[in-house]
């Protein structure tokens, strides 16, 4: 939705949601970019956060949520919105009106049926060059999670445990339970 060969900027792009209050967009190298998510999704994306809100109950560490907008303050062409996120703060500081100004320190992008592996990759890349210091990449066809650290790439299966390495200390949940 980017015009010709034009980038939508940050500003232009929060014109243009604040026309479209009902629908999720995300921008994406300039590029506006709808969201669609499905029951699948949407059951997915509720499972994974509702594992990481009940460890935060006993482990009150940060704040949880999904579809949080995220933004590199020093990026005029990305405006991101990962279906679940986590960052290390407190409730004082929620951000209650525009996009929280860095990228969350957890950040789980679940795959849609247009999205492609190469576009989920792009996605865990951006997290982590922008501050993020853990990816979860989730697919529902084939029932596996990439995990994304600085350095490291791991590839889960259903009978493997997904951790919150030192984001979320001792946070583990079976791969198989986040599926339905």
């Keep these: 939705m980017a015009l010709a060969d034009q980038k939508t900027t ?4 929060e014109a243009f949601i604040n026309q479209h209050p009902d629908r999720l967009f995300e921008l994406i190298e300039g590029e506006i970019v709808e969201k669609m998510p499905t029951e699948q999704h949407g059951t997915i994306a509720l499972n994974i956060g509702s594992e990481i809100r009940f460890y935060l109950k006993k482990n009150p560490i940060g704040i949880a949520g999904v579809e949080i907008r995220h933004r590199n303050p ?18 004082d500081d929620l951000v209650t009106e525009v996009a ?48 994304y650290r600085q350095d490291e790439i791991d590839i889960l299966t259903a009978d493997d445990t997904l951790s919150g390495y030192d984001i979320l200390p001792d946070f583990k949940v079976r791969v198989d339970e986040i599926f339905p």
């Design 10 to 13: 940050v500003e232009a792009f």
């Design 74 to 91: 020093d990026d005029s062409y990305n405006d991101r919105l990962p279906d679940v996120s986590f960052r290390r703060t407190t409730s």
């Design 100 to 147: 929280v100004p860095q990228m969350p320190d957890l950040a789980v992008e679940v795959k849609s049926m247009s999205d492609t592996y190469k576009l989920m990759r792009d996605k865990a890349q951006y997290y982590l060059d922008n501050g993020t210091l853990l990816v979860w990449l989730v697919y529902p066809e084939k029932k596996l999670i990439e995990v």
